[in-house]
């Protein structure tokens, strides 16, 4: 018998019958007549092809058979009121779970900051969380494993949607003896890529550092598998980097690293919410996205402050700043 002609309305009647004991008391509690409800059971027990009930003129029982069927009657009725609950529940907006990704050069930094904002604003909301590199993240999307992702632009939008959250600027991290790290605001055109320490290929981070650098990575010669052993690598003075804001902000140095903010203010990354554009839950993510731009941590510019970008220094200006700079960085010493 398929499972379609059963009617959840004759397993209410069956069990009122069997709570009430009597067809008229019932049919009263189930706000129908009695023929109604009876007719009703007569077409469950010829479904199932087997008497739920003993009739007769005194009483109206269950039958031994009839009492295993009413017992997985209440089941399947507690299980369909719990389906019920559940889609009332995964109506409201930013409930239920959110698996959400993000690259692995601000996941750690940024998820501490990101969990705590959104349990405090979202109850409901349960986030899972991991991280990998942009194409990692964007393949998962893709396939619907990830309900969206924290990614830097620029990213191949190709049937997904997008929001902008915040800027990170990058800061040059280079050991306390480089005399880089001797310049209150160093620029790119500073930069030497052959000294410059990157991650390894796949990190849109190494991407971006390159590009702003104008460097190409033949010319570097020592890389890294995560932030965290750049790091070190910048401590024990084997050249210098430009990192993400989240990832340097309250860092203890030891004294043995030096961070300093580069001139050109637009030297960072654009980090951006991204989902499937035909999520239904589209216009939630876009408010998220809003949510966690107002709620931007330390360290980042919000929409509203982003920065203007501005020309790349010549070499002859170059050498013009660096002696503003010697001036400077002599009267700050």
Not at 61 to 88: H, N, P
Not at 126 to 140: D, V
Not at 188 to 205: D, K, M, N, Q, V
Not at 294 to 319: D, F, I, M, N
Request: charged share 20%; aromatic share 6%; glycine share 6%.
């Amino acid at each position: 018998m398929p499972v379609g002609t059963l009617s959840l309305r004759d397993l209410e009647y069956a069990l009122a019958v069997a709570r009430q004991r009597h067809f008229g008391k019932a049919a009263d509690a189930c706000h129908v007549s009695q023929p109604t409800l009876s007719g009703q059971i007569h077409k469950l027990e010829e479904q199932l092809g087997m008497a739920i009930f003993e009739r007769s003129t005194r009483r109206v029982a269950a039958s031994v058979r009839g009492e295993t069927i009413l017992q997985q009657a209440e089941v399947v009725l507690a299980e369909a009121q719990r389906l019920l609950d559940m889609a009332k529940h995964l109506s409201v907006p930013m409930s239920g779970i959110l698996r959400l990704g993000a690259i692995a050069t601000l996941g750690p930094y940024y998820f501490p900051h990101l969990l705590h904002a959104t349990h405090k604003a979202y109850p409901s909301l349960a986030l899972r969380l991991t991280e990998g590199t942009t194409a990692e993240l964007i393949q998962s999307l893709r396939r619907g494993e990830l309900d969206c992702i924290l990614a830097a632009l620029p990213v191949n939008l190709s049937g997904l949607a997008m929001q902008t959250v915040f800027f990170e600027p990058f800061f040059l991290v280079a050991p306390v003896q480089h005399p880089l790290a001797h310049r209150v605001a160093p620029t790119l055109a500073s930069i030497r890529t052959r000294e410059l320490l990157l991650l390894e290929e796949g990190h849109c981070l190494r991407d971006q550092t390159l590009q702003l650098c104008r460097g190409n990575s033949s010319s570097v010669q020592r890389h890294a598998t995560g932030l965290e052993t750049l790091w070190h690598m910048i401590a024990a003075g084997e050249g210098y980097s430009l990192l993400p804001a989240l990832s340097v902000v309250k860092r203890a140095t030891l004294g043995m690293v030096a961070v300093r903010p580069l001139l050109e203010s637009d030297a960072g990354r654009m980090i951006t919410l991204i989902w499937r554009n035909r999520d239904p839950r589209s216009r939630e993510f876009a408010q998220y996205a809003r949510f966690l731009q107002s709620k931007a941590p330390a360290g980042v510019l919000a929409e509203a402050t982003l920065p203007t970008a501005r020309p790349r220094l010549t070499p002859k200006s170059e050498a013009l700043h660096a002696q503003r700079q010697k001036r400077k960085d002599s009267r700050v010493g």
